[in-house]
């Protein structure tokens, strides 16, 4: 789950949703850990907060978000599917490096507000 504003009524339940960026690759990766983001430096220069994850089941219709990582692609992987999971790291060579926070299923129903255009 990710949200740009700071509106949870659970404030202590959220945290901030970093963006570290590499000048050498032109990527990024996306992490909750403020010392991995330290850790990552001078590969990774840190771009802040941009937005704000929970990293503990808060809602039903929650699933874990995986990141892999291939050192030979130089690249991070991202998916909430294990079959996806196991075949990057089984036939692609990506390392798994765990789940990194938890978003919302595709089943799961936000109430939606009506947005209109002028």
């Known amino acids: 789950m990710f949200r740009k504003e700071d509106t949870d009524p659970k404030p202590k339940m959220k945290t901030p949703f970093l963006r570290p960026f590499s000048g050498r690759s ?11 983001v330290s850790r990552a430096t001078p590969a990774y220069g840190a771009e802040g907060n941009i937005g704000f994850i929970w990293a503990e089941m808060m809602e039903p219709g929650t699933v874990p978000l995986f990141r892999m ?3 030979a692609a130089k690249d991070h992987f991202y998916t909430t599917g294990w079959d996806e999971e196991e075949s990057a790291i089984g036939s692609l060579g990506y390392a798994n490096e765990g789940y990194c926070w938890l978003c919302l299923s595709i089943s799961h129903q936000w109430e939606q507000a009506s947005v209109s255009r002028i």
């Open 69 to 71: 990582y291939s050192a």
């Open 26 to 36: 032109g990527g990024h990766f996306y992490t909750a850990d403020a010392g991995e």
